[in-house]
């Protein structure tokens, strides 16, 4: 399993976010988003799973981030 962060755009496409990925089956955390990383609405979901889930994100999602050995992180998505 792959560590990540995701970033969006709104609280509420957090909020869904949380609730498509527990639908799936994988457990996210909402949090302040990091200094090191930039996000619209300073919250972001931690989760663990074998890919960045693209498919389970909501529409205003920002960006997801896959945490590095170092705990850098290294952009895998980019919503534009």
């Not at 200094?35 to 999602?61: I, K």
């Amino acid at each position: 399993m792959k560590r990540y962060l995701a970033t969006f755009h709104t609280h509420l496409a957090a909020l869904m976010t949380v609730k498509s990925f527990a639908s799936r089956g994988v457990e996210g955390r909402l949090a302040p988003v990091p200094r090191s990383v930039s996000s619209s609405c300073g919250t972001c979901m931690f989760y663990e799973a074998p890919d960045p889930m693209t498919d389970a994100l909501d529409e205003d999602t920002e960006a997801v981030f896959e945490t590095a050995a170092d705990g850098s992180y290294v952009c895998v998505f980019e919503n534009e």
